[in-house]
C-alpha cells in the first residue's frame, strides 16, 4: 500500500523535526497560560545575631548583585532552526552539571522527616533544594565544630567537596528561557558598621551566585530592601510573609536563599473536565475543584502504606514531575513523612520497584498551601548546634574581627506551591481503594483519585526535590 | 545518563548501554509502540526489540538526538508488527486513521517497485516540514510520526478539534504539491 510506504518515510525524517515536536508546545502567547501550570516558591533567610550593640548608620545597599547564567529564549511557534537550535544548547549545557546532587538522599530524607511530619494535620510545605543552599552558604561562613556539624547533616566530606557540589546543584537546577523559571536565588545582608572577610563575600558570589547588600541593620530601609528582594525573587507570591520578615539592630548577617519555579504541565488538565468532588479533610467533608485528566501511558507506584502517581512538567529535561502519593486508607500523611520506604520513593526520581504503566484516571484537586516554619529546632535536632549558640558558635570566616560571638539567631522559611487551571464542568469518576502493596492487574484501567489527606513531591530539572508537602485542606 | 554517555557504552559493545538506555527512554519507546498496537504485551516486547536494535546499530551510529533515534526504531519496529495483522483485531485503530488520511496526499503513481526510496522520500519531507511555520510541522508529526489523536494534538496545542483537523488537512494538502513538484512518484 502506497500510504504505507509513505507513513514509513515520515518515521524516517530528521531526528531533530522528531525531538522539536515532541517538546511541549509554546503557549507563552496564549492568555493566562501560568494558571495551568506549578508555582512555587519558597524563601530561607537565617539570620545571625550579635550581642555587641551596633550603632545604626545611614547607607544604600547593593554592593554586588549576582549574575546568572544567560539562556537562550524558548522557541516561538515560528522560530526558525537556529533559535531552536540555540535553546536546545542552552538546555543541553546545563546537562553537564546533571547528577550533581545524587549523594544527597539521605539529607532530603531526614529533613522531610524533621520539617514535615509534625501532628498538627495543617498543610506543610518545604523544599529540601532550598535549605540545602542556605546550609552550605552557612558552612561557607563557619568554622571548626560549627561547620562540621553541617557538614555532616550535608553528607559532604569537606567544603571544598561542598563548593563543587553546591555550584552544580545550583547550575543542574537552573533554568530561565521564558518558559520555565527554575531559580536558585541567595543574597547576603551586611551589617554596615561592620568589616568582612573579602575572601568569603567573594566565594558566596562566585560558587552561590549570591548578591550582596550592605546597610544599616534594624533600619526600615534597609528591611525594605530585603523584602523588596524576596518579592522579587518570588514572583511576589509569598508577599505576606515577605514583607514582615525584619532585621534587627543586632543583626551581624543575614542569609536569605530562595527557590522560585514554575513550570507548565506537558500536558495540561482540559478545563471543561474540571468539576466539584468531596475532599474529605481531617476535619470533615469539604467541597473542592477537582482537576481530571486520563494519563494513557500513566505511572503507578506503590509500597506498603501508599500508592503514587506522577505527572510531568515541561522543564526542557526529563526529570520534572509533581510526584502525588496517596497514603493508604487510615495513614496519616505526616506518619508516611516517617516511613523508610516511602522516604525511599520520595526521593527516587519514580526509579521504583513497585511499578506498573497503563491507562490512569487522575482526580486531582486544585490546591493552593502555603506555610511558614522556623527552622532552628528541626536543625537542632538534625545536629546543627554549635553555631546556635554564643558559647560554641565559630563564625571566624565571617568576620574581620572574629573575637566578637556571632551566632545562627533566626532561620525561617516560607513556601508556597500552587497548582491551578481554569474553567468547570462535571465529570464523573469511580472511587477505586487500592490496597498497599497490591500491583494492578495487567491491563486494569485505574482510578487515582486524590480525595484525602495526600503528599506531593515537586522534582525539579536535575530530578532533585525542590518541594514536598502534605495537603490536609485544598 | 546523559545520552553521550550511553552511546559510548554501545561504542563500547558495553551491555550496560540496554540498562542505561531502558532507564532513560524505556517508557517513551513503550509509549510509541503501545499508541500503535494498544496491546501492553506487545508494546514491551517491542520496546525489548527496540534495545535490540540500537545495539545492532551503534556503532556505526551516533544518533543526536537519541530519543528520536530510538522513537523512530520502536515505531518501525511496532508498525511492522501490526501490518502483520498481530494486533489488529485488538486496537491500532490510530494506525488505520493515520493511513486513510496520509492517502489523501499521495502524489502520481509509480510502477510497481519502482518509486522513490523511503529514505529519499523522508528527506523530502524533511525539507517540506523545514519550509513550514515550527507549529504546522510539529502538528504533522504529532499527529503521523506519534500517531496522537486530533483530541490530544488539540489538548496539546490548546486549540479546537476542528482548527486541527483543517490544518492537517491544508498541510497534507501542501505535502502532495510539494511532492508533485519535484516529481516524487511512491
Known amino acids: 500500500m502506497k500510504a504505507d510506504k509513505l507513513q514509513d518515510a515520515i518515521g524516517m525524517v530528521d531526528g531533530d523535526l522528531i525531538a522539536r515536536a515532541d517538546m511541549p508546545p509554546d503557549r507563552r502567547r496564549l492568555p493566562r497560560w ?34 546568572y547564567p544567560v539562556m537562550a529564549p524558548y522557541p516561538a511557534k515560528d522560530s526558525t532552526h537556529e533559535e531552536y537550535d540555540a535553546w536546545r544548547s542552552s538546555i543541553d549545557e546545563r546537562q553537564q552539571y546533571a547528577g550533581a546532587g545524587k549523594d544527597l538522599d539521605s539529607f532530603f530524607s531526614a529533613t522531610m522527616s524533621t520539617f514535615l511530619a509534625d501532628e498538627e494535620q495543617e498543610n506543610r510545605v518545604y523544599s529540601p533544594l532550598n535549605v540545602y543552599m542556605a546550609l552550605a552558604m552557612l558552612a561557607e561562613v563557619t568554622e571548626g565544630e560549627s561547620r ?36 536558585l536565588g541567595s543574597s547576603v545582608w551586611l551589617n554596615k558598621d561592620l568589616v568582612y572577610e573579602a575572601d568569603t563575600l567573594n566565594r558566596l558570589a562566585d560558587t552561590y551566585y549570591a548578591s550582596s547588600f550592605q546597610g544599616e541593620m534594624g533600619s526600615a530601609g534597609y528591611n525594605k530592601a530585603l523584602s523588596a528582594w524576596l518579592n522579587e525573587q518570588t514572583g511576589g507570591l509569598l508577599a505576606e ?13 543575614a542569609l536569605a536563599t530562595t527557590v522560585y519555579y514554575r513550570a507548565k504541565w506537558t500536558v495540561g488538565f482540559q478545563n471543561t473536565r474540571t468539576a466539584k468532588r468531596t475532599f474529605y479533610t481531617p476535619g470533615g467533608e469539604l467541597l473542592c475543584d477537582f482537576m481530571n485528566q486520563t494519563l494513557h501511558d500513566g505511572d503507578y507506584y506503590w509500597g506498603e502504606h501508599f500508592t503514587a502517581t506522577r505527572k510531568r512538567l515541561a522543564d526542557g529535561g526529563y526529570q520534572g514531575y509533581m510526584y502525588l502519593i496517596l497514603p493508604d486508607e487510615g495513614v496519616d500523611p505526616a506518619a508516611l513523612l516517617t516511613d523508610s520506604e516511602a522516604l525511599r520513593f520520595m526521593t527516587a526520581s519514580g526509579e521504583w520497584e513497585n511499578h506498573s504503566g497503563g491507562k490512569l484516571n487522575l482526580s486531582l484537586p486544585k490546591f493552593d498551601v502555603a506555610a511558614n516554619t522556623d527552622l532552628l529546632a528541626g536543625l537542632r535536632s538534625l545536629g546543627v548546634e554549635a553555631c546556635l549558640d554564643p558559647a560554641t558558635s565559630d563564625f571566624s570566616p565571617l568576620l574581620a574581627d572574629d573575637s566578637m560571638p556571632v551566632w545562627l539567631d533566626k532561620a525561617e522559611h516560607a513556601a508556597r506551591v500552587i497548582i491551578d487551571e481554569d474553567g468547570i464542568e462535571a465529570a464523573a ?46 | 545518563m546523559e545520552d553521550e554517555r550511553i552511546i559510548d557504552l554501545y561504542w563500547q559493545r558495553d551491555e550496560r548501554a540496554i540498562t ?20 501492553h504485551e506487545e508494546a514491551e516486547e517491542c520496546e525489548n526489540d527496540t534495545y535490540l536494535d540500537a545495539w545492532n546499530s551503534i556503532p556505526p551510529a ?21 501490518r502483520k495483522g498481530q494486533a489488529k483485531k485488538r486496537g491500532g485503530d490510530r494506525v488505520l486513521l493515520s493511513l486513510d488520511e496520509l492517502a489523501e496526499c499521495l502524489p502520481g503513481e509509480a510502477a510497481p517497485d519502482a518509486g522513490i526510496e523511503a529514505k529519499e522520500l523522508a528527506a523530502h519531507i524533511s525539507a517540506f516540514l523545514r519550509s513550514r511555520p515550527r507549529a504546522e510541522g510539529d502538528i504533522f508529526l504529532r499527529r503521523y510520526w506519534f500517531l496522537d ?23 497534507r494538502e501542501r505535502l502532495m504539491t510539494y511532492l508533485t513538484e519535484r516529481e516524487v512518484t511512491i
Open chain 2, 20 to 39: 542505561a538506555t531502558k532507564e532513560t527512554y524505556g517508557r517513551y519507546c513503550y509509549a510509541i509502540a503501545y499508541r500503535i498496537l494498544a496491546s
Open chain 2, 62 to 82: 551516533r544518533p543526536q538526538p537519541l530519543s528520536a533515534f530510538l522513537g523512530m526504531l520502536s515505531r518501525r519496529i511496532a508498525l511492522d508488527r501490526w
Open chain 2, 149 to 171: 489523536s486530533i483530541k490530544e494534538i488539540a489538548t496539546r496545542y490548546n486549540m479546537g478539534e476542528s482548527r486541527v483537523k483543517m490544518l492537517l488537512k491544508r498541510t
Open chain 1, 148 to 183: 562540621a556539624e553541617i557538614l555532616a547533616l550535608l553528607g559532604s566530606e569537606s567544603i571544598e567537596a561542598l563548593r563543587t557540589q553546591a555550584n552544580a546543584v545550583w547550575n543542574a537546577n537552573y533554568r530561565n528561557d521564558g518558559a520555565v523559571t527554575s531559580l
Open chain 1, 241 to 253: 510573609h515577605a514583607n514582615s520578615v525584619e532585621l534587627s539592630q543586632e543583626t551581624v548577617m
Open chain 1, 429 to 474: 469518576y469511580t472511587v477505586m481503594h487500592e490496597a498497599g502493596g497490591a500491583p494492578p492487574t495487567p491491563g486494569e484501567e485505574i482510578d487515582f483519585i486524590l480525595d484525602r489527606p495526600f503528599i506531593f513531591v515537586i522534582t525539579g530539572p536535575d530530578g532533585l526535590p525542590l518541594f514536598v508537602g502534605t495537603v490536609y485542606t485544598p
Open chain 1, 34 to 67: 501560568w494558571r495551568s501550570a506549578v508555582a512555587a516558591m519558597l524563601a530561607v533567610v537565617l539570620l545571625l545575631g550579635s550581642l555587641w550593640n551596633i550603632p545604626p548608620l545611614q547607607g544604600s545597599y547593593a554592593i554586588a548583585e549576582a549574575s
